[in-house]
């Protein structure tokens, strides 16, 4: 019986290894670009349902990953000005954190097709740059490398396209006003008829906002168009689109505004400006994220992303809702019980390992990362019924979190001053946390300390904390 038993054993594996060899290979998973041998959606079905069983199997991330590129792709070829908020919907229901590197190469790719939806991808990527900063950053680095590589090439259409597609993300607050001089500097620096027409159309999309955010430095810009006029070695048609430049200019830009009606979705508060990416910086494209990789963590991450697109959607976890449900029945049954016997049983149960304490920063953390504003986390953070006996929690996790960002964020002042104002108790838990960090602030790394020191000096600039905290420093 034994022997039977291992010989048995030994043929299902085979058999299992036979049918994941040829899932491999009618799938296409070693094949070249052409994506492997036609399968007929029924065979495909029924092939993935042989796989399904390991999900943290190589085969099945490769077949999720091949479902989220097309899906990504999909949704970006379908994007428009009248659909964006439900294809938002439906972008963040994917796990666009594993496929930002094919996020970015697919609206990228659409921008360069069709530059007249520009506008369009640069309203999505700023709605995900709210929630997920990483992928704006990384569509951004790319966007650098892409111009830098066509103005070194002479390449006119990769350069219009890719200046244009940053100079809508400097429209959306994405890209910083600092990267739009270096671009123009550079492109006025040896002017040519392309360079030049290139810088104009630049300024076009995105001169309104240029102008209020740095006027001395667009000032500048003109001025160097106006030398490039009055030297005369450009052809007469570059000239002529010049001259109608400076008209557009004194006409203040109102056939050109920064963001339509319909694509303003975000308030220019709550936006992340990624102003440390500059055009002389070195930067890392990370090109394989555009390729499958197996993840060792994979169940581990798609649960986390799970949880990360709960928070963005406000999604209802029905397992929870069914959860209490079986809760309350079960808590009824036993509160029947315990009527009818004795309550000389009951045990005092002493939480040691502070799991509430871990469960409520982790809430708290999810909380400040996934809110829109200030105002909004502050309703989020009421409505979880943060009692008295947790605000030093609360007012510790808004410093660390601060201290974690790469810059300073007023979204956390307006946080702390919020709830100071509310409550008089978060003022003098935040004085507190003033001496407790200043005891161990030379731990702390230059960034850290600066944004921490940046967030009390907004306190105490708005009042929200008193001057009287300066007497903890000796």
Request: proline content about 3%; overall charge negative; hydrophobic content about 35%.
């Amino acid at each position: 019986n034994n022997n039977n038993n291992e010989e048995n054993e030994e043929e299902r594996s085979k058999r299992e290894e036979k049918k994941v060899k040829e899932l491999q290979k009618l799938s296409g998973a070693n094949s070249g670009r052409t994506g492997g041998v036609y399968i007929p959606p029924f065979r495909l079905a029924r092939m993935k349902q042989q796989v399904i069983e390991d999900k943290s199997s190589k085969d099945y991330q490769k077949l999720t990953w091949d479902a989220l590129r097309k899906s990504i792709n999909g949704l970006v070829n379908k994007v428009n000005k009248n659909n964006i908020t439900n294809i938002m919907e439906e972008l963040f229901k994917e796990n666009v954190i594993r496929g930002r590197g094919l996020l970015c190469k697919s609206i990228m790719k659409a921008q360069m097709t069709s530059p007249t939806f520009t506008q369009v991808y640069a309203a999505v990527i700023a709605v995900i740059n709210t929630k997920l900063p990483l992928i704006g950053e990384l569509l951004l680095s790319r966007l650098i490398v892409q111009f830098r590589k066509g103005f070194q090439r002479n390449n006119k259409p990769q350069l219009l396209a890719s200046s244009r597609f940053i100079a809508h993300l400097l429209n959306q607050q994405v890209a910083g006003e600092i990267l739009a001089l270096q671009i123009l500097a550079l492109l006025l620096d040896n002017p040519t008829n392309d360079s030049v027409e290139v810088a104009i159309g630049f300024v076009k999309e995105c001169g309104a906002l240029l102008e209020e955010l740095s006027p001395q430095g667009f000032h500048g810009v003109f001025e160097s168009f106006r030398s490039v006029l009055h030297e005369g070695d450009i052809d007469n048609r570059v000239q002529y689109i010049i001259e109608d430049l400076f008209a557009i200019r004194r006409n203040k830009f109102k056939d050109y505004p920064p963001i339509i009606e319909e694509l303003d979705l975000v308030d220019p508060d709550e936006q992340i400006t990624h102003d440390e990416l500059s055009l002389d910086d070195e930067i890392d494209v990370q090109m394989k994220l555009n390729f499958f990789h197996e993840d060792k963590r994979y169940l581990k991450n798609e649960e986390k992303y799970k949880l990360i697109r709960k928070e963005i959607l406000n999604e209802p976890d029905s397992d929870e809702e069914e959860e209490d449900d079986d809760d309350n029945n079960i808590n009824d049954e036993i509160d029947d019980d315990d009527d009818d016997n004795n309550e000389n049983n009951n045990l005092n149960i002493i939480d040691r390992t502070d799991s509430e304490a871990i469960e409520f920063r982790k809430k708290i953390y999810i909380t400040i990362m996934s809110s829109l504003n200030f105002e909004s986390c502050i309703h989020k953070l009421r409505k979880q019924g943060v009692t008295d006996e947790k605000a030093p929690e609360l007012c510790n996790m808004i410093i660390e979190c601060c201290g974690q960002e790469r810059t300073y964020m007023r979204f956390y002042g307006l946080l702390g001053q919020r709830l100071c104002m509310i409550n008089q108790n978060y003022q003098i838990e935040f004085d507190k946390c003033f001496a407790e960090k200043y005891e161990v602030i030379y731990r702390y790394e230059t960034n850290k300390l600066r944004n921490t020191a940046k967030f009390f000096a907004h306190l105490l600039h708005t009042d929200a904390l008193p001057w009287s905290v300066l007497q903890y420093i000796k």
